[in-house]
């Protein structure tokens, strides 16, 4: 019963920001590992950001510079945090996270259902 919850998306200009948060809730024991994904019309879905319980980041090439990844450990949640886009951002951005629900319980991903984000004049 773990749930993934995105927020933040919409439709911004480009050169903008937006800010996307993911809450995570259910029966969880320790997020090893939270990233966002997209997914832009026409491609597969693609590993946009990931931090883990270090923390340690890392992003996409396409990104560097431009997006910073963040957590809060406290709250189960993680934040992608988005400046200067341009129209090729525009795609669905996913949260995942990388769990286990009990001690000694393997680890599972699981998914949010997307949020859509939009750049555009």
């Known amino acids: 019963q773990v749930q993934l919850v995105e927020s933040g998306g919409g439709l911004v200009q480009p050169g903008g920001s937006l800010r996307l948060s993911c809450a995570a809730s259910g029966s969880i024991f320790r997020i090893e590992v939270m990233g966002w994904y997209r997914q832009a019309p026409g491609k597969q879905r693609e590993l946009v950001a990931y931090?883990?319980?270090?923390?340690?980041?890392d992003y996409a090439d396409s990104v560097k510079g431009r997006f910073t990844i963040t957590r809060d450990n406290a709250k189960n949640t993680v934040s992608l945090q988005m400046n200067s886009l341009k129209p090729e951002d525009t795609a669905v951005y996913y949260c995942?996270?990388?769990?286990?629900?009990?001690?000694?319980?393997?680890?599972?991903?699981?998914w949010g259902q997307g949020t859509q984000v939009t750049v555009s004049s």
């Open positions: 995942q996270a990388l769990l286990v629900t009990g001690p000694s319980q393997p680890r599972s991903n699981y």
């Open positions: 931090i883990t319980s270090r923390p340690s980041s």
